[in-house]
């Protein structure tokens, strides 16, 4: 089945950089869409940035500039490097896959989901 495993998360000070990882398994087509979303306490989950297999790349508006997905073909890991980060990037960080909806709005329609990993931003 298909699997998607998050790492990279952690703790920073404001100002400071992470690179999240998500190594995807099990995923047998080749048409996908691979995303960030994020969650924060009493908040919902929102998305961050989506990239297709085609190289197509969406970003959440608040994020361009200081954030960056990408993804390794060969090791069928995406990442997220973010910099500047601000203590309202506070949040759960979770990859997502889908074969078809690269829609940033509708995190509800992606199948597959990461279990999260944490990111804590101190002022």
């Known amino acids: 089945q298909v699997q998607l495993v998050e790492s990279g998360g952690g703790s920073v000070q404001a100002g400071g950089s992470l690179r999240l990882s998500c190594a995807a398994s099990?995923?047998?087509?080749?048409?996908?869409?691979m995303g960030w979303f994020r969650q924060a306490p009493g908040k919902e989950r929102e998305g961050v940035a989506v990239?297709?297999?085609?190289?197509?790349?969406r970003y959440r508006d608040s994020m361009k500039g200081r954030f960056t997905i990408s993804q390794d073909n060969a090791k069928n890991t995406l990442y997220l490097q973010m910099n500047s980060l601000e203590p309202e990037d506070t949040a759960m960080y979770y990859c997502?896959?889908?074969?078809?909806?690269?829609?940033?709005?509708?995190?509800?329609?992606?199948?597959?989901w990461g279990q999260g990993t944490q990111v804590t931003v101190s002022s």
């Open positions: 997502a896959l889908d074969r078809w909806n690269c829609d940033l709005r509708n995190a509800q329609d992606y199948k597959y």
């Open positions: 099990g995923y047998t087509y080749s048409r996908y869409c």
């Open positions: 990239m297709d297999s085609n190289g197509w790349i």
